[in-house]
């Protein structure tokens, strides 16, 4: 079992970055393929980002592609996830997610359904 903690959130202008963190305890986090997710308000939740085991391997939504960066700090037991140029439509509640089946490609990390555990979200708003 492994607990998730998402940290990095909060409220900033249109153009602006914001480092998310996911914490995991309880088990290492590179003994589980992890992905990002957002919920906008009154929208369903969607697939933002998720990076393999060994961080050899990342994938991303097309909406943010070129604009956020999904990376493993080995070190400190995290995943990151760099968002840059934010836009007001990134505003949403960001989630963490770990998986702990074998998944390839992004038709696989893409799906929320595939995901064992998630952590409780953190708030992004962009204002424009």
């Known amino acids: 079992q492994v607990q998730l903690f998402e940290s990095g959130g909060g409220l900033v202008q249109a153009g602006d970055s914001l480092r998310l963190s996911c914490a995991a305890s309880?088990?290492?986090?590179?003994?589980?393929?992890t992905g990002w997710f957002r919920q906008p308000p009154g929208k369903e939740r969607e697939f933002v980002a998720a990076?393999?085991?060994?961080?050899?391997?990342?994938y991303y939504a097309d909406s943010v592609k070129g604009r956020f960066t999904i990376s493993r700090d080995f070190a400190k037991n995290t995943v990151n996830l760099q968002m840059n140029s934010l836009k007001p439509e990134d505003t949403a509640v960001y989630y963490c997610?770990?998986?702990?089946?074998?998944?390839?490609?992004?038709?696989?990390?893409?799906?929320?359904?595939?995901?064992?555990?998630w952590g409780q979200g953190t708030q992004v708003t962009v204002s424009s």
């Open positions: 997610a770990a998986m702990n089946d074998a998944c390839i490609g992004v038709g696989c990390y893409s799906r929320a359904g595939r995901y064992d555990y």
């Open positions: 309880g088990r290492t986090s590179s003994n589980y393929r």
């Open positions: 990076v393999s085991r060994s961080g050899g391997s990342t």
